[in-house]
C-alpha cells in the first residue's frame, strides 16, 4: 500500500489550497486518513480525520479546513481555506487501511510522504 499526497505550494495569507491523498496498492478497506502537519521546529500535529464519515478537527482550523473523502478513488482531501502563516507547515497524510495478502488481510497504518504548504503574509 502506498499512500502519494500532493497540492502543496506557495500561497499569499487568505489564500487557498486543495491537497490530495491517494492510496493505492491491494487496499480491501480503509477505515480511515488523516492530514497531519509539522513546521520546522515542533512535533507532528493531527489537522484533519475521517473514519466512517465522521470528521474531526484541530482547533486552529476549524472552520477554514475540510477533509472529505472520496471513497470510489482511495482519495482523501484537504480544502485550505483562509490560509495564514501559521498553517506553514510539511502535511502529511496518514491511512488506517486493511490489505489484502494472499488468501488474507491485514491492517496497518501507511504515511505518505509530506508536502509543503508555505503561506506569506
Known amino acids: 500500500v502506498q499512500l502519494q499526497a500532493s497540492g502543496g505550494g506557495l500561497v499569499q495569507a487568505g489564500g487557498s489550497l486543495r491537497l490530495s491523498c491517494a492510496a493505492s496498492?491491494?487496499?480491501?478497506?480503509?477505515?480511515?486518513m488523516g492530514w497531519y502537519r509539522q513546521a520546522p521546529g515542533t512535533e507532528r500535529e493531527l489537522v484533519a480525520g475521517?473514519?466512517?464519515?465522521?470528521?474531526n478537527y484541530a482547533d486552529s482550523v476549524k472552520g477554514r479546513f475540510t477533509i472529505a473523502m472520496d471513497d470510489a478513488k482511495n482519495t482523501v482531501y484537504l480544502q485550505m481555506n483562509s490560509l495564514k502563516p501559521e498553517d506553514t507547515a510539511v502535511y502529511y497524510c496518514k491511512g488506517e487501511v486493511v490489505a489484502t495478502m494472499g488468501v488474507g488481510y491485514f491492517g496497518a497504518e501507511y504515511w505518505g510522504e509530506g508536502t509543503l504548504v508555505t503561506v506569506s503574509s
Open positions: 475521517v473514519r466512517g464519515g465522521t470528521t
Open positions: 496498492g491491494n487496499i480491501r478497506r480503509i477505515n480511515a
